[in-house]
């Protein structure tokens, strides 16, 4: 197999976007951000007809530029897009790569003081350039989002939040049931910042800030806590609450509970009608999951189904959280089937 030379049967345009949402973030992360739009043969082929469109976005770390990143024989996922409408007989519709990283590694696509307005940026602004520029079916109903793990659960999230945006949705092992997938790491930073930073995530970034990324063992967990906290418990000031106490690990009730309110598995009931109105729902995960995340997809189906919502793709399969970017094609194919 010679992936590198396959000649590609759509187009993939890359694009900026100048993003005033962005600009002034708390963070001082960039404004203007990458953007890759995906067109497939059918859209050069067919000049009078409009295209649902399928937005994909990145797990936590996840910078636009790494879609391109690839595993030892096997596609990235380019090209599996590609060969998806190209190949495999797809029903068409523009895929768009969007970039919401931010220098504590991810927003979790909310609007939160501690990291900026990425909820908007997506909805308000990603979306109406790329209705704009391009022949889509401008309105909810033929519009999909997709992700892994962060991505993920920006793809149940954003949905609930604003479905006169989205219509449908596909996650794949996306944060959910907090309880399992960070409450484990607590413990681990509050003994890294006893042991390593006198208790002081300041000491922890500015070290981490000094060095290459990710050369100490407990960077994973130190910066997810730490970015998750940014996203689900800032203030309006910007300041950043955890949900611990940093010098004992135990638990702070009143912040968790803020956390909590963010899950996707209690959002569900808050949004009912909106979930209720999506035409595709797609979840999955590996059944190894590392951060068990399979249980939160499974808690999550199960909240859909008792809220009504049976017509949904559910499935577990043998695998772990890492290296299954070919389950994409997979919910692509869903989403582009349910909302032409």
């Known amino acids: 197999m010679e992936p590198w030379s396959r000649e590609r049967k759509g187009k993939l345009d890359e694009l900026e976007i100048d993003s005033e949402l962005l600009r002034g973030n708390p963070l001082g992360d960039p404004h203007v951000r990458p953007l890759w739009v995906y067109l497939p043969p059918a859209y ?10 399928i937005y994909l976005i990145q797990g936590m770390t996840g910078q636009l530029d790494m879609w391109r990143n690839r595993t030892a024989f096997r596609p990235n996922t380019p090209e ?34 501690g990291t900026g307005r990425y909820l908007g940026y997506l909805c308000d602004e990603i979306v109406p350039f790329v209705d704009s520029a391009y ?49 484990p790491e607590f413990r681990d930073v509050a ?23 990710f050369t100490k063992k407990k960077d994973p967990e130190l910066i997810n806590t730490y970015a998750m906290a940014a996203c689900y418990s ?24 803020r956390w909590l309110a963010w899950d996707p598995v209690r ?11 999506l035409r595709a729902i797609y979840i999955d ?20 189904e008792a809220l009504g919502i049976t017509d949904v ?19 692509i194919r869903y989403l582009a089937e349910r909302l032409q």
């Open 44 to 53: 050069e082929a067919e000049p009078d007809r409009g295209f649902p469109t």
């Open 80 to 113: 599996n897009v590609d060969r998806l409408f190209g190949d495999e007989g797809c029903p068409p519709a523009i895929v768009v790569f969007a970039d919401c990283w931010t220098s504590y590694g991810g927003s979790q696509f909310v609007d939160s003081p």
């Open 135 to 183: 022949r889509t079916l401008a309105q909810a109903a033929h519009r999909g989002l997709t992700g892994k793990s962060s991505g993920g659960y920006g793809a149940m999230v954003v949905p609930m939040l604003r479905p006169d945006v989205f219509g449908g949705l596909a996650t794949h092992s996306g944060d959910a049931l907090f309880e399992l997938c960070y409450l």
């Open 191 to 213: 003994r890294a910042l006893r042991d390593y930073y006198d208790g002081s995530y300041e000491n922890f970034w500015e070290d981490f800030r000094s060095r290459p990324a």
């Open 234 to 257: 800032a203030n309006e000031d910007g300041s950043v609450d955890l949900p611990f106490d940093p010098a004992t690990g135990m638990l702070r009730d009143e912040v968790w509970q």
């Open 267 to 277: 959002m569900a009931r808050r949004h009912a009608d909106a979930l209720r109105g």
């Open 285 to 304: 995960a590996g059944k190894r999951d590392e951060y068990f995340l399979d249980l939160g997809a499974d808690a999550f189906r199960r909240e859909l």
């Open 313 to 331: 793709f559910f499935e577990l399969f043998d695998a772990g959280h890492m290296s299954i970017e070919y389950r994409y094609p997979l919910a």
